[in-house]
């Protein structure tokens, strides 16, 4: 019997989206050139609307190294919230029935869904209410439950690693402290990795929270010590420890509920009064999610999209494929669900840094 498949990317967009596709895409013809594949834009937005384009093999050709996502995406905050195609009636669909609507009008066989960790909410329930989903774990962050390795992530890592490696030499000629801050949403996966290939000599990740004045004596100490420079890499939703005892809300009132106010340069305002030397930021943002996949990712999302097809083919429905301990493994997705896989404080690779003289920023150094 002829599949019907439907596949869309939701959630911010990171590298890997379309080799990811390819590789679902290729195999279901390759296994059946009848195959029916519709893929949905902009997200569950397209799912809910029955916005989709019927794709054809040539859709999954010339894509392997490009950034971004053929289909489009978007981020939704749904739940209960009534369907958009009834925005008038108070009583009608929400987006949940919208999307079971357009799935079962379409007779689909099967979901495929590329995203992160909001994106597995909906796919958990779209799976709890009938439908056939599987997942593919796409994010730079690194911090979907479940897998060891999201896709982008390395990608991602190799970018913030260049932006450090490009720090150094101006760093040096101007002896100065930068503050680079890498992306990673509340997780410091991306910072920790990116910190050590960078060779960043201060770590500030979330899952560590930081004394300001510390981060300044550390700083100050490797001056004395006749050091040039000092690179700090901090991840964007890094906090001191006076913040990470605040609530949501006191944080917000904290920050002036100023969403683009920067880690990076709240930092930076507080060791300028307090390093012997000047203080730079520079802040990557977006530019760590585009571009092409690396090589890593290309093979990751090769092997991951087969796996999702293959699966597809064989009926196995209701899970993430993931990748543990260097095999493709099937997650349920109401494990993955609502959890977030931030860096165990233990993690071995942040006692490597440490006893490399890595500075988490959270061991009192006596100030200079
Ligand atoms: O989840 C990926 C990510 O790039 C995070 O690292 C970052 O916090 C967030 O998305 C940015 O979101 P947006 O694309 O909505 O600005």
């Known amino acids: ?16 989206l379309n080799s990811a596709m390819r590789g679902v895409g290729k195999r279901l ?17 397209g799912l809910m609307q029955s916005n989709y384009r019927v794709m054809k093999p040539s859709d999954f050709s010339g894509i392997l190294t490009l950034g971004g996502t ?8 749904f739940k209960t919230m009534n369907d958009p195609l009834y925005p008038n009636r108070s009583d009608g669909p929400t987006k949940l029935e919208g999307m079971i609507r357009t799935y079962k009008d379409l007779n689909l066989d099967g979901l495929v869904i590329l995203g992160g960790n909001g994106t597995h909410k909906t796919a958990n329930l779209l799976s709890e209410n009938g439908l056939n989903v599987i997942t593919l774990p796409k994010t730079i962050d690194n911090d979907l439950w479940g897998t060891d390795m999201t896709f982008g992530f390395q990608s991602a890592v190799n970018i913030a690693t260049e932006v450090i490696d490009g720090i150094h030499s101006t760093a040096s000629s101007h002896g100065r402290v930068f503050i680079i801050e890498v992306m990673g949403h509340n997780v410091g996966w991306m910072t920790l990795h990116a910190g050590i290939a960078g060779g960043a000599d201060v770590i500030l990740i979330p899952e560590i929270p930081y004394d300001p004045l510390a981060v300044a004596a550390a700083v100050n100490k490797r001056a004395r010590e006749h050091k040039r420079f000092s690179i700090i890499a901090v991840a964007e939703g890094a906090k001191t420890k006076e913040e990470a005892k605040m609530s949501k809300k006191e944080y917000a009132e904290k920050i002036g509920n100023l969403p683009f106010l920067s880690v990076a340069y709240r930092l930076a305002s507080i060791l300028d009064k307090l390093t012997v030397q000047e203080v730079r930021c520079t802040v990557p ?51 993955v669900a609502g959890k977030v896989k931030s860096v165990p404080t233990n993690h071995p690779l942040i006692q490597s840094a440490r006893n490399i003289g890595i500075y988490f920023g959270d061991e009192d150094l006596e100030n200079g």
């Open 1 to 16: 019997m002829t599949l019907k498949v439907g596949m869309l990317t939701s959630g911010g967009d990171c590298q890997g």
């Open 29 to 45: 013809f390759e296994n059946d050139p009848q195959t029916e594949v519709y893929g949905f834009l902009d997200g569950y937005a």
């Open 70 to 77: 053929i289909l489009g995406t978007s981020r939704q905050v």
């Open 285 to 335: 943002g977006h530019f760590q999610r585009g571009g092409s996949p690396c090589a890593y990712d290309r093979v990751l999302t090769t092997a991951l999209g087969v796996a999702a097809a293959d699966w597809v083919i064989q009926k196995k429905f209701g899970v993430m494929v993931g990748m543990v301990n260097n095999e493709i493994v099937g997650i349920p997705l109401k494990d």
